[in-house]
């Protein structure tokens, strides 16, 4: 009984489960290099994706930087703005009118960039000239007033008729590129072109407004921006006792846009917004919270519905390597996603098959002198504390999540790539 020794040991008192070890990575080493001979001989190799600090074939400059509190926190300075919900998924319609101004805020579209004033159809022209009694003989055929006011109408075609000159197309041109079109058809012309032009009546661009002003109307647009207050106050004001509870509504491009009434008088933002060509303005006195119940769910079925087509402006992340799903992620509305929110959301981190430690996020930089540099975030989850880093970590459009594989998952999918061919070697030899 004394030289009984336990199982566990062999003959020279190594622990069975270190030979054990041994052996299988001696079988490995063994299996590997019969399998990458057999691999050469067919002629056929394994190649996986991954991240390496270099200069790629496209000339993307790779810079890999480890992920951790402090590098968050610099990554997390690239400036976004997260796209905001449209104002109907976010309005309360209240059942008392003594609620209403307070439930309701304001809704405006964004506020369109400022542009010189175009000549358009239905603008009439005037062109001026000297006193000079020769100039005035000499252009009087030419610029002959077309009627009392002596100015010129942009016809549907665009162009305006000068005499002895013909037709001479300025719409969609500012002034000053009408002016020197007009320049160049008179030198043609073979006249002294001294002239100025000025705009008399603005009839190509204008805003209607009704409901509930004194006088409604529709209202031009001229050389300087067009703000609602002023629209408004060419249409004589508004005609309500109770501004509390009348409602301003602009229609732009289809959609609808509310502003309290009360809004005009207490909000410069509101009283100064620009209007552009085509909106209408509708102010309404009566509060109807079934009526706008009806509007808003109407508009919300609309937006349901552009989101099912991808017809709405989304910001990205996308997925790849080792990960549940392959695809584009859209990030949320009015909110910012971390790092761990695409981990553990549908499509992220796949357990089976992802190194933990080779997970990295690849963002492009955002100056335009450094168009090809990349840096790569890499979180090393194998320690799962690492992962707190991860929900401090803000996504940004375009972002890539990019998860190596795991050395075994390597091993396997060579390995399924090796065995058919070394079988069909085999049978052809």
Not at 65 to 79: D, G, K
Not at 157 to 167: C, F, L
Not at 283 to 310: A, H, K, N, W
Not at 400 to 417: C, G, H, K
Request: with cysteine; glycine share 8%; aromatic share 6%.
């Amino acid at each position: 009984m004394k030289n009984m020794r336990p199982r566990s040991e062999t003959d020279d008192g190594a622990p069975a489960g270190t030979l054990a070890r041994a052996a299988a990575r001696a079988l490995c080493t063994a299996s590997g290099i019969a399998l990458l001979t057999a691999l050469g001989g067919c002629g056929v190799a394994y190649i996986s994706p991954s991240v390496t600090e270099e200069v790629t074939e496209a000339g993307v400059k790779v810079r890999v930087v480890p992920l951790t509190s402090e590098t968050a926190i610099a990554a997390n300075r690239t400036p976004y703005t997260p796209r905001q919900l449209p104002a109907a998924l976010t309005t309360f319609v209240s059942s008392q009118p003594s609620d209403a101004a307070a439930s309701r805020a304001v809704s405006l579209p964004p506020v369109p960039p400022a542009t010189p004033y175009t000549i358009g159809v239905g603008d009439v022209l005037v062109l001026s000239i000297p006193t000079s009694a020769s100039t005035v003989e000499q252009l009087s055929g030419l610029l002959a007033a077309q009627n009392s006011r002596q100015g010129y109408t942009v016809q549907d075609d665009g162009a305006i008729a000068i005499p002895n000159v013909g037709r001479v197309r300025i719409a969609d041109m500012t002034i000053e590129d009408a002016e020197a079109i007009l320049f160049r058809r008179l030198v043609e012309a073979g006249v002294e072109p001294t002239f100025t032009m000025e705009i008399a009546e603005f009839r190509s661009q204008r805003v209607e407004v009704s409901g509930a002003v004194s006088s409604p109307s529709v209202v031009p647009i001229g050389l300087t921006r067009l703000t609602l207050n002023e629209a408004i106050l060419q249409a004589g004001g508004l005609a309500t006792p109770d501004p509390e509870f009348a409602t301003i509504q602009l229609y732009r491009d289809g959609q609808a846009f509310e502003i309290p009434a009360s809004a005009l008088y207490s909000t410069p933002r509101v009283q100064e917004y620009p209007l552009t060509e085509g909106d209408r303005i509708v102010v309404r006195t009566t509060y109807d919270p079934q009526g706008l119940r009806d509007d808003l769910g109407e508009r919300r079925s609309i937006f349901g519905s552009q989101l099912e087509l991808d017809a709405v402006d989304r910001d990205y992340v996308y997925l790849a390597g080792e990960v549940a799903a392959q695809s584009r992620l859209p990030l949320p509305f009015e909110r910012r996603a971390s790092l761990a929110d695409v981990l553990f959301g549908e499509g992220g981190f796949s357990t089976r098959d992802g190194s933990p430690r080779h997970i990295y996020v690849l963002r492009g930089s955002s100056n335009p002198a450094d168009f090809g540099g990349l840096t790569a975030y890499q979180l090393d989850a194998e320690n799962a504390g690492n992962l707190l880093v991860a929900t401090r970590f803000e996504m940004r459009p375009n972002d890539i999540l990019f998860i190596a594989e795991q050395p075994v998952t390597r091993w396997n999918r060579a390995v399924s790539l090796i065995i058919p061919n070394v079988v069909v070697s085999a049978v052809t030899n």
